[in-house]
Each structure stands twice: as structure tokens, then as C-alpha cells.
């Protein structure tokens, strides 16, 4: 199971610690969803989930104004902070009541408030922990963006990956990683690709050594993540080999549990890695539209070969 502390959180969303005197890196969130406590402002805990982020907006808070009893509305949330949730979070800009801050002190549960509207924060939270925790992976490869299309090339060590990527970037596309692509699953269909921190904007040419991309080319030529659309594996061209000259069927390569599409590509002498790899980019983004190369050939043939049966 993945984390993030509380405290990149609070940094993420640019949130107001009322209780700043909680160590909140010493806080971890374990689950992408929130929850808003409204049945629980009722004292229904029943299915109550308490690793979850706690979030109140107008609803919530009209609520707890229209209790006149103060002890009441102490003892409710006595109750709901003794579930120690990661944080709880008042939108809107809606400042907390003292009952709430001496729950929270009480208990070590933070109190945060943000000038977000509650929908947008919950949206923007949900978005960004999906992300933050998604399942993931690293595995030998280069990531770049080409004309939108994220493109991760793979193949053995010293077969060409960086050098293709180099010249891509020459080219006017983006780095996102070189050597060590981390992939994380963000939804079923999504997977987005990221550099570890330390070789983030750097590629390793083999007889000349480090470069670093964002400084001899500018900002740019680089990119923090970018999901992952298409797969292109490099490989020791062989004559033996039958390799697909249509491409009427996808093949596919799959990254926990997603698949996307892919090409194997033979390197041999004189061969322009970088154009093959933006003739991929654009004919996949092609597909994606709806027109397909190969199976439009593969009609004008068919139909080539009925007309001169009918003669």
C-alpha cells in the first residue's frame, strides 16, 4: 500500500493549519477518496471509513451552527475525532468553531480550512491522490512526449533508447525520463510515466557520458510526467525473422494490468530512429481519430480485386 504524509498535502492544496502544532509528517494518508461527515455528524458511525480524508462544506457547517447546545455539538465532535482520520477539512473559506480545534488538539487530528468551493477541492483532492497513490512500477526505458503522443521506447542496454531520444528532442519533442521510467496506474485505462528525482532532465550517452537536457536545450525540451500512449520496443534486427509489415492487428504491452499499444521496431544501419518514432506517434494519434493506414490499403484492394472479378 502506497502514502503521502499530510504535510505534502497541505503544501499540494495550499491549505491553513489551525493546529500547527501537530506533526504532520508524521501523518499518512493510505486512501484516494474523502469523505464528508454528515451522517456522522448525527452519530451514525456504522461503515464509516476513518482513513479517509474528512472534508465539510456548507451543508456540513450549517449543521453544526444550527445546534444552539454548545456541549452537544462538543460531544459530536468528541465522537467523530476519537476515529483519529487523517485530517478534517472546512471549505469555503468556513472557519472552525473551538469545539472543533479542541477535538482535533485532543486527539491529534488536524484541522485544515481552504478558500476552494467544496466541489472543486473535492475533485482536485480526489484527482491528485489517485495519482499520489496509484500502484507502480519502474521499469528500463525512455519516456518522451512526441507531438502529444507519450511514446516509452524499451529494448536491451546500449541499443539506442537515449540516442533516439537525443535526437527527438533536437527534433522539438520532450523528455520525460531517460533510463528509468516509473509508471503509475492512475485508472483502468490511464497509465502516466514519471522520472525518479535523481536523473530527472538527464540522459547518459554512452563515450561522451551525462547531459543535461533542460540546461544545453532549455525548459522546453523536458516534462514532469505524461501519460503513456504507446510502446516501442527497439530490437537487433533479424533476417529470420517475419516482422509485421500491415499493421492491421494491434499488438499490445501490458504495465499492471493496462495494456497499451506497441511496436517492435528492428534496428539496422541507416535507419532514422527518430522519424520512425514520430511516424508511430502520428499514426497512432491517426487511429485514435478514427482513420487507419493499413486497413484503408487493405480496402482499396479488396475493392480493386471485386471490380476486376466483375469484368
Not at 493546529?19 to 452519530?43: F, H, M, Y
Not at 551525462?210 to 525548459?219: N, P, Q, T
Not at 521496431?265 to 514520430?278: D, K, S, Y
Request: aromatic letters at 8%.
Amino acid at each position: 500500500m502506497y502514502s503521502t504524509t499530510l504535510t505534502k498535502f497541505i503544501e499540494k492544496l495550499n491549505l491553513v493549519n489551525h493546529l500547527p502544532e501537530i506533526d504532520t509528517d508524521k501523518i499518512l494518508i493510505t486512501d484516494p477518496d474523502i469523505n464528508r461527515p454528515a451522517v456522522q455528524l448525527s452519530g451514525f458511525f456504522e461503515h464509516f471509513d476513518s482513513n479517509r480524508i474528512q472534508i465539510c462544506g456548507n451543508v456540513e457547517h450549517a449543521y453544526i451552527t444550527s445546534i444552539h447546545d454548545r456541549d452537544e455539538t462538543a460531544k459530536i465532535f468528541d465522537n467523530l475525532f476519537q476515529y483519529k482520520f487523517p485530517c478534517l477539512v472546512f471549505c469555503r473559506g468556513l472557519q472552525p468553531q473551538d469545539f472543533v480545534l479542541e477535538a482535533g488538539r485532543k486527539y491529534g487530528v488536524p484541522v485544515l480550512t481552504s478558500d476552494a468551493t467544496t466541489s472543486g477541492f473535492v475533485h482536485e483532492t480526489v484527482r491528485w491522490l489517485h495519482v499520489e497513490l496509484a500502484p507502480r512500477i519502474s521499469v528500463h526505458a525512455v519516456l518522451v512526449d512526441v507531438y502529444g503522443v507519450g511514446v516509452l521506447i524499451m529494448g536491451e542496454s546500449g541499443i539506442g533508447k537515449s540516442e533516439a531520444a537525443l535526437e527527438l528532442i533536437k527534433r522539438g519533442h520532450r523528455l520525460v525520463s531517460d533510463d528509468v521510467v516509473e509508471i503509475k496506474k492512475v485508472s483502468e485505462e490511464t497509465l502516466v510515466g514519471t522520472s525518479p528525482d535523481i536523473t530527472r532532465h538527464f540522459i547518459e550517452l554512452r563515450g561522451i557520458g551525462i547531459i543535461d537536457v533542460k540546461a544545453l536545450f532549455g525548459f522546453e525540451c523536458v516534462k514532469m510526467s505524461q501519460s503513456i500512449d504507446l510502446v516501442i520496443n527497439l530490437e537487433e534486427w533479424d533476417k529470420d525473422n517475419n516482422y509485421d509489415r500491415l499493421g492491421l492487428e494491434d499488438q499490445y504491452t501490458e504495465f499492471l494490468g493496462n495494456k497499451v499499444v506497441s511496436y517492435n521496431i528492428p534496428i539496422r544501419p541507416g535507419r532514422n530512429l527518430a522519424i520512425i518514432v514520430e511516424s508511430a506517434a502520428v499514426n497512432h494519434r491517426q487511429k485514435e481519430m478514427g482513420y487507419n493506414a493499413a486497413q484503408e490499403l487493405y480496402n482499396r484492394v479488396t475493392n480493386n480485386m471485386n471490380k476486376n472479378k466483375d469484368l
